[in-house]
């Protein structure tokens, strides 16, 4: 088991940028592959980013890609979201997942633990 907790959200403008972190207490976050979520009212949850095991692999969706970089931290046992040139579609509620085994996946049916999420205000 594993509880996986977020924090880092906030207010920016655009332009501007954030961190966010997702903290793993339980077993060790090196366990497990990480992703990156988020969603908006009405919309459903939508991938963002994703880390595998040993760090050595990322993904991202595209609108995304070239801003945003997942990195994980398994001493501290936390995965981070460094997001910049962040614009007014960025807004949402973004949760941090993690699924048993190596592989990562863009569906988010194949995580297994999820955070309760923070929310990311970006104003134009």
């Known amino acids: 088991q594993v509880q996986l907790e977020e924090s880092g959200g906030g207010l920016v403008q655009a332009g501007g940028f954030l961190r966010l972190s997702c903290t793993a207490s339980?077993?060790?976050?090196?366990?497990?592959?990480m992703g990156w979520f988020r969603q908006v009212p009405g919309k459903e949850r939508e991938f963002v980013a994703a880390?595998?095991?040993?760090?050595?692999?990322?993904d991202y969706t595209d609108s995304v890609k070239g801003r945003f970089t997942i990195y994980r931290e398994d001493a501290d046992n936390t995965v981070y979201l460094q997001m910049t040139s962040l614009k007014p579609e960025d807004t949402a509620v973004y949760y941090c997942?993690?699924?048993?085994?190596?592989?990562?996946?863009?569906?988010?049916?194949?995580?297994?633990?999820w955070g309760q999420g923070t929310q990311v205000t970006v104003s134009s």
């Open positions: 880390i595998t095991r040993s760090g050595g692999s990322t």
């Open positions: 339980g077993r060790t976050s090196g366990t497990y592959a």
């Open positions: 997942a993690a699924r048993n085994g190596g592989p990562i996946y863009t569906a988010d049916v194949m995580y297994d633990y």
